[in-house]
Nanobody, 125 residues
């Protein structure tokens, strides 16, 4: 499985960006797609995830109400729409996929088997 994350960039506080994560090699069915972010010196932080086939979606408290995870199964692509961005959202954002994780481990990076290369989001104040 290969994941390709894109869409990062520089945006002012209050602005929006949409990240994309496209997958090849395997479809999303019976999988969990997660978005994580990381800043230098810190651990990778859970942002959002969607589980198939239920399409249940989960968010961290820090982004709930501002970020939205959507998907296009026909394109094997997942999107992270980020609105009302804050300087503290600045990070490298990664998408990941897991095929065997359980719900209670959804927020743990180690639960995911494949990772994209990351895309940098910078929010200026």
């Amino acid at each position: 499985v290969q994941l390709q994350a894109s869409g990062g960039g520089l945006v002012q506080a209050g602005g929006s960006l949409r990240l994309s994560c496209s997958a090849s090699g395997r479809t999303f069915s019976e999988s969990t797609i997660g978005w994580f972010r990381q800043t230098p010196g810190k651990e990778r932080e859970f942002v959002a995830a969607r589980r198939w086939p239920t399409r249940s979606t989960y968010y961290s408290d820090s982004v709930k109400g501002r970020f939205a995870l959507t998907s296009d199964s026909a394109k094997d692509t997942v999107y992270l729409q980020m609105n009302s961005l804050k300087p503290e959202d600045t990070a490298v954002y990664y998408c990941a996929v897991g095929f065997r994780l359980i719900l209670s481990t959804l927020r743990e990076p180690t639960s995911y088997e494949y990772w994209g290369q990351g895309t940098l989001v910078t929010v200026s104040s």
